[in-house]
């Protein structure tokens, strides 16, 4: 029983978080296909199939999806060639999680790219965000990486007192942007954990210390600011910061 609580609690997680990305990253032409539109394209699939005098809408649908129906339940797949093929489905929302799960622990909590090598082989529109958001969510996972850092001590970093310490990071969304942003800026404060997350075309320090400007503004300037991306990373983007401060009309 508590390891079915902690799969549903791990479930709610995962389809929370992936609603906050797509929100963000604003995902309209991506693989992601919620139930309704599953539905949607399996009749208009079969209607396509069927029509005698097809339009362009009908070839191109019939080019990326097929219908597969067993057991009177219908499936979205890709068109298979030959007889010889194997059928690769298409995955819609509401069967995301239990599909990602079932593959893990098929593979033994293997990692992303044992993820996509199996997933990929049945599934045509699971990503590698969907995988990586599945992944960061595994307890059994998590505490694999702990135990490997085990023997490192660390010492923590304690803040006193809001923007004390602030903490920017890049998430890269190149293989999925939104037209022309193509990465998310993460700024981060380290006592209170509030976030501010904001879509960045490149990951050049001129643009992310551009951007931290607008929250600098508004929040006011943390006495530290840290990043993950490297020391030479965080130089920049505070030589940036400090022309763009000088030259700003106030």
Request: charged content about 30%.
């Amino acid at each position: 029983m508590a390891t079915e609580s902690r799969i549903a609690l791990m479930k709610e997680r995962f389809y929370i978080t992936l609603a906050s990305l797509r929100t963000l990253t604003n995902a309209k032409n991506t693989a992601y296909i919620e139930d309704e539109r599953y539905k949607e394209l399996i009749e208009e699939v079969s209607t396509a199939k069927i029509t005698a005098r097809k339009t362009s809408r009908d070839y191109w649908l019939l080019r990326r999806y097929d219908v597969l129906t067993i057991d009177q339940k219908s499936k979205l797949i890709f068109p298979v060639k030959d007889t010889t093929s194997t059928i690769i489905y298409y995955a819609c929302d509401s069967e995301l999680f239990d599909i990602l799960h079932e593959a893990h622990i098929q593979i033994g909590h293997g990692g992303r790219d044992r993820m996509m090598k199996e997933v990929g082989s049945h599934y045509k529109n699971i990503t590698r965000k969907d995988i990586e958001t599945f992944l960061e969510l595994c307890e059994t996972c998590q505490q694999k990486q702990k135990n490997i850092k085990k023997g490192i001590v660390v010492k923590p970093i304690i803040s006193s007192e809001f923007n004390s310490r602030c903490q920017v990071d890049l998430i890269d969304f190149q293989s999925q942007p939104d037209v022309d942003n193509k990465f998310i800026m993460v700024y981060q404060d380290h006592l209170t954990k509030f976030v501010v997350l904001k879509p960045l075309k490149t990951k050049r320090a001129e643009e992310v210390a551009h951007t931290l400007l607008d929250i600098f503004t508004l929040l006011g300037a943390p006495a530290i600011l840290q990043s993950d991306n490297g020391r030479d990373f965080s130089n920049r983007i505070i030589e940036n910061l400090k022309t763009y401060w000088k030259n700003y009309s106030w």
